[in-house]
């Protein structure tokens, strides 16, 4: 079973400074790993798949990369809606989820 | 527009059953496979169970198998999650998401969730 870990668990910054997120897995999952993020009261929204693939409508700030067990979401300049939960997520037909980073605003 | 709506949630005791439902709009729904996640309060989330495109094929995880049963109806298009023996632990948000095309296991359509509070 493959556990990812995401951190820090909350980042706290201003609107226009850039966020970096972790996720890591127990094992290697190449780059089979996906990225939503979540704002109070809503669903979930898939940002990124197969580690730096866009989903469509999603705005170019948001970037991902990574391989193997380090994955990372970059937003490269935060926007006021971009404060959020942002869950990792392995492509499974068991998926695993991460325990997610909450973005606030500093 | 392409829509999920989660609806048959609510309070239940323990032991007790529900019946969750999950209505598709806007998109080819007998074409996806279709799953159901969870989310305790405060808490991260949770896949509970996955159901391929005719019905035939159904995966869950384990803290649910023997106790929820996924499927669908293709006429309607909906899917369902029958839940019995409920447990305090299965107090959450569940959601209904629909499955990215293709061989990737990724969700990119989800509905607003409905409440499941499991408590005497």
């Known amino acids: 079973e493959i556990v990812l870990t995401q951190s820090p668990a909350t980042l706290s910054l201003s609107p226009g400074e850039r966020a970096t997120l972790s996720c890591r897995a127990s094992?290697?999952?190449?780059?089979?790993l996906a990225w939503y993020q979540q704002k109070p009261g809503q669903a979930p929204r898939l940002l990124i798949y197969?580690?730096?693939n866009r989903a469509t409508g999603i705005p170019a700030r948001f970037s991902g990369s990574g391989s193997g067990t380090d994955f990372t979401l970059t937003i490269s300049s935060l926007e006021p809606e971009d404060f959020a939960v942002y869950y990792c997520?392995?492509?499974?037909?068991?998926?695993?989820f991460g325990g997610g980073t909450k973005v606030e605003i500093k | 527009e392409v829509h999920l709506v989660e609806s048959g949630g609510g309070l239940v005791q323990p032991g007790g059953s529900l019946r969750l439902s999950c209505a598709a709009s806007?998109?080819?729904?007998?074409?996806?496979?279709m799953s159901w996640f969870r989310q305790a309060p405060g808490k991260g989330l949770e896949w509970v169970a996955n159901?391929?495109?005719?019905?035939?094929?159904?995966y869950y995880v384990g803290s649910v198998k023997g106790r929820f049963t996924i499927s669908r109806d293709n006429a309607k298009n909906s899917v369902f999650l029958q839940m019995s023996s409920l447990r305090a632990e299965d107090t959450a948000l569940y959601y209904c998401?629909?499955?990215?095309?293709?061989?990737?296991?990724?969700?990119?359509?989800w509905g607003r969730g409905t409440l499941v509070a499991v408590s005497s």
């Open positions: 998401a629909r499955k990215t095309s293709g061989a990737d296991w990724y969700f990119d359509l």
């Open positions: 806007g998109f080819t729904f007998p074409t996806f496979w």
């Open positions: 159901i391929n495109q005719d019905g035939s094929d159904e």
């Open positions: 094992q290697s999952i190449s780059r089979y």
């Open positions: 197969d580690a730096s």
């Open positions: 997520q392995q492509r499974s037909n068991l998926p695993p």
